[in-house]
């Protein structure tokens, strides 16, 4: 099994920048992606990263704006969201897999989830 922590969530301004974070821990993982889910509407992906050589895959609403990275020795993903939107609100989770995919269903371990919140 995998256990995932997101931290880094937030109430911001648009235009304004957050870093979210997922910490990892458990067995080894292929990818490490990023979803979303606004209030009534189906969670949809953000980003996703290949763990072991940085390979990176976007949404096509957050590419130019979203960066996702990861840092190895601490096993702990990142998504640097910069001009967000109020549009961008929504709890963001991280999860891990075993392709690197925008495939919400190929992804077997999910943390918690963390609310940013994009006011106007």
């Known amino acids: 099994q995998v256990q995932l922590v997101e931290s880094g969530g937030g109430l911001v301004q648009a235009g304004g920048s957050l870093r979210l974070s997922c910490a990892a821990s458990?067995?080894?993982?292929?990818?490490m992606g990023w979803f979303r889910q606004a209030p009534g509407k189906e969670r949809e992906f953000v980003a996703a990263?290949?763990?072991?050589?940085?390979?990176?895959y976007y949404a096509d609403s957050v590419k130019g704006r979203f960066t996702i990275s990861r840092d190895s020795a601490k096993n702990t993903g990142y998504l640097q969201m910069t001009s967000l939107e109020p549009g961008d609100t929504a709890v963001y989770y991280c999860?891990?897999?075993?392709?690197?995919?925008?495939?919400?269903?190929?992804?077997?371990?999910w943390g918690q989830g963390t609310q940013v919140t994009v006011s106007s």
């Open positions: 999860a891990t897999g075993r392709v690197l995919t925008g495939l919400r269903a190929l992804y077997d371990y």
């Open positions: 458990g067995r080894a993982f292929y990818a």
């Open positions: 990263i290949r763990w072991s050589a940085d390979s990176t």
